[in-house]
């Protein structure tokens, strides 16, 4: 049966799903597959004695003794998203669309805004979130085996649980593309229930074929990564140089609220990076006043992922201990710009090919 956690802010009962997801692992006709996001590497190892290191390696390791047979990281499909994200931008941009354009691939950003700015949208991106992305190539790649598909993200999430849910992300059957979300407080459980020694575990890398994956991926799980990551897709100056630059002008940092103007081509953007719902009245009412603005990051949890309601509880030294460690994750990556990840034009010439707008996008005006 199912048993019920309480979640760290206390403001909600969230439903435990591991219990579940042990009964459905290890079955002959299955094919078990996860996807682990880019906050969940970082909110792990302090659990186990460590500071919040980065162990996306161990974390591999842990999951393919607990009985996945594919393991692959959600930055990946973090990169399909910007690809895909920074093509309706520069879209919208170019053809007088509608703008400002709000990200969307936080969900709980998703049903405030459809339950207090219905109005607003209409500029929300159509894409996916990553999880959905990478729920679509999944089934896509696998469906054809003839065994059941087991789909399940290690998410630092609990609203992630309710966009699984969501009957835009069924497939032809019914049956949601995503089987279960597993917050990262139930992957350290369901670590701990296997009796796996975490500490002496040996890091493991991810599987192929969705096995690469760039910085600005891994970015995603901190408040302005996604920016970030889409800026340096559609800028023009794509130098190192200019990359630094752009950190250091105010898209990192903590901040419930954090704007720029962003040269692109003859023109400035305006961009916002918001993380905290509170903060997002703020700019909805100085719209409201007249306010323009190009693009808009909304990420519900204050501080971004790093900060989620699946995550162990965290001060706010460790968070940002948290957000550091993703940065230099993205510092090690070779690859820092979305477009570099080979695998894109892979999925845009197979899976995705004339299928871009069915398996990644989305609308959720009424
Ligand atoms: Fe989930 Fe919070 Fe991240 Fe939104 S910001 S996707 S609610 S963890």
Request: hydrophobic residues 40%; glycine residues 8%.
């Amino acid at each position: 049966g199912q048993c019920a956690a309480v979640c760290p802010t206390g403001a909600i009962i969230i439903k435990n799903d591991s219990h579940r997801l042990w009964k459905e692992l290890n079955q002959e006709d299955t094919i078990a597959v996860a996807q682990v996001a880019p906050a969940v590497r970082v909110a792990v190892a302090k659990e186990f004695g460590y500071n919040g290191e980065n162990v996306m390696g161990k974390i591999v390791a842990a999951l393919r003794r607990i009985g996945f047979n594919y393991i692959f990281d959600t930055s990946t499909a973090a990169d399909l998203t910007v690809m895909e994200e920074s093509k309706e931008f520069a879209d919208r941009l170019a053809n007088g669309g509608k703008l400002p354009l709000f990200t969307s691939c936080c969900p709980a950003w998703i049903k405030y805004a459809e339950n207090e700015y219905p109005e607003i949208l209409p500029n929300i991106s159509t894409c996916r979130s990553p999880m959905q992305m990478f729920a679509s190539v999944i089934n896509e790649k696998f469906k054809g085996e003839g065994k059941k598909i087991l789909s399940v993200a290690v998410m630092p999430c609990t609203a992630k649980k309710g966009e699984a849910a969501r009957d835009e992300f069924k497939d032809e059957n019914g049956k949601p593309l995503v089987d279960f979300v597993i917050t990262t407080q139930e992957l350290i459980m369901m670590i701990k229930e296997a009796g796996i020694v975490f500490n002496e575990i040996e890091p493991e890398a991810v599987d192929m074929p969705f096995g690469t994956m760039t910085g600005a991926g891994v970015i995603f799980g901190v408040t302005g990564g996604v920016t970030e990551a889409v800026i340096r897709r559609v800028s023009t100056d794509k130098s190192l140089a200019s990359l630094r630059n752009l950190a250091f002008e105010g898209v990192r940092g903590f901040e419930g609220i954090k704007e720029l103007e962003v040269p692109l081509g003859d023109k400035a953007i305006k961009v916002c990076v918001v993380n905290g719902l509170r903060n997002v009245e703020v700019i909805m009412n100085r719209m409201k006043a007249g306010e323009h603005f190009d693009l808009i990051e909304v990420m519900a949890c204050p501080n971004g992922c790093i900060g989620g309601a699946g995550q162990p509880k965290a001060t706010i030294d460790e968070k940002k201990e948290r957000s550091v460690n993703l940065y230099n994750a993205d510092k090690l990556c070779t690859l820092k710009r979305s477009e570099e990840n080979p695998l894109m034009d892979k999925l845009y010439e197979g899976i995705l090919k004339g299928r871009e707008h069915e398996l990644l996008h989305v609308s959720y005006v009424k």
